[in-house]
């Protein structure tokens, strides 16, 4: 198997060199820097590849089993796909679509999806903290994080479920099918323009803005709402209380320490007055 797999490699190489252009698998722990440009590629077992600068994946690259595939800056990928337990690793370039099923991640932090969608389906996941997102549809049990970044459109459906902390999410439609759920975790809620909330829910179609933990403001329009929609107010994670109540006690403390340095200037300003007099008087 390991020969085969070495032959595969050396004939894509082979016709690269001819024609500027190939097919790649990679198998084993195989890795592969792309810096040209291929039509199509696949990732089995515990592979990895990086799409760098300058390298182009003209149309599919699948990614599967336990693979790895990372994408910088300056590459291209017209359509990626992530299955089984495989990760992908976004920071940077253009895309068409980027798809998540069956166990699939991807952790997108950075480039742009512009051709058509972001897609998560059967169990797999995604998190969003950087970078464009035309259109964003999770269904099928799929879960999503939003922490930052741009979503033009949100449409969840099929049992999905989305937690949205930080970034921009212009648009939201809910509920094509069965009863996804979307949750913002914010603070200083308001709904208008027909929207409103009853408790944590949301109601209705309109306007929801709000603020992230951070104080970002932001506003998302809401379009349609068969499923489930919250407003939580968010809650610091444990170690940011601890933070800020390490900076309470040090401003507490250098409180205290100024206090007590000018009660001791106007405990001694008497004696030292009384001193300068008998001085004065004995001289």
Known sequence: MTRLAGCLAVLA????????????????????????????????????????????????????????????????VWRVQANGDSNVDISGGYFGYVDASDHGNVNFSGGTVGGYAMRTHLWSSAHVSGGYIRELTPSNLSTVRISGGHVGVLITDNSSTVDISGGRVDYLRTGWYSTPSVTFHGYDFRAIDGLSLQGERVVGTGTLTGKWLDGTSWTTEITKTSGSIRAVV?????????????????????????????????????????AATAISSEE
């Not at 089995?44 to 799409?51: K, L």
């Not at 109540?245 to 000018?262: F, P, Q, Y």
Request: charged residues 20%.
């Open 13 to 76: 190489v082979l016709v690269s060199a001819v024609t500027g252009r190939a097919d790649f698998v990679l198998t084993g722990t195989q890795h592969l820097d792309v810096t040209q440009s291929h039509d199509e590629g696949t990732l089995h077992d515990s592979s990895t590849a990086d799409i760098l600068s300058g390298g182009r994946v003209e149309k599919n690259i699948s990614v599967e089993d336990n693979a790895h595939l990372q994408v910088f800056d300056g590459g291209y």
């Open 234 to 274: 968010a809650v610091p994670e444990p170690s940011t209380l601890a933070l800020l109540c390490m900076g309470a006690v040090g401003l507490l403390a250098c409180g205290w320490r100024r206090r007590r340095i000018a009660h001791q200037r106007l405990s001694s300003g008497p004696s030292r007055m009384a």
